[in-house]
């Protein structure tokens, strides 16, 4: 179950909790721990405007079967900047690379090399 917490988008992400990617790599699609849902939240509301772009995010191709990577504009009602390159038959494989994405742009670390291996 989707749970919101206000004080979600303001929780601080600490760089070590590799604990939390790992809980996410497991199980993409949930169901999540709490802190790893605060992570999730920040991630998805506060984003990577903070580090100046825009959010990464999936963008479907054909339903249920093929996503592709883009990223939101900074500016509300600009078009997506679709990375046509960037393409996914799996929407777990979609969500682990935008996780990862995302958890780079906020933290400014980058993930170690077990981590940021394609899904299983």
Do not use: C
Request: aromatic share 10%; net charge positive.
């Amino acid at each position: 179950m989707l749970v919101t917490y206000a004080e979600a988008a303001h929780w601080p992400i600490d760089a070590r909790r590799l604990d939390l990617v790992e809980e996410f790599r497991r199980k993409p699609r949930g169901p999540h721990g709490e802190e790893l849902q605060k992570l999730l939240h920040r991630m998805r509301w506060a984003g990577d405007f903070e580090t100046g772009g825009g959010r990464y995010v999936l963008v479907v191709k054909t339903p249920g079967k093929e996503w592709l990577l883009g990223r939101l504009p900074r500016e509300r009602g600009k078009p997506i900047e679709v990375m046509g390159n960037r393409l996914f038959t799996s929407i777990a494989e979609g969500e682990w690379e935008v996780f990862k994405l995302r958890w780079e742009a906020l933290t400014g670390t980058v993930l170690p090399e077990h981590l940021r291996e394609a899904l299983a």
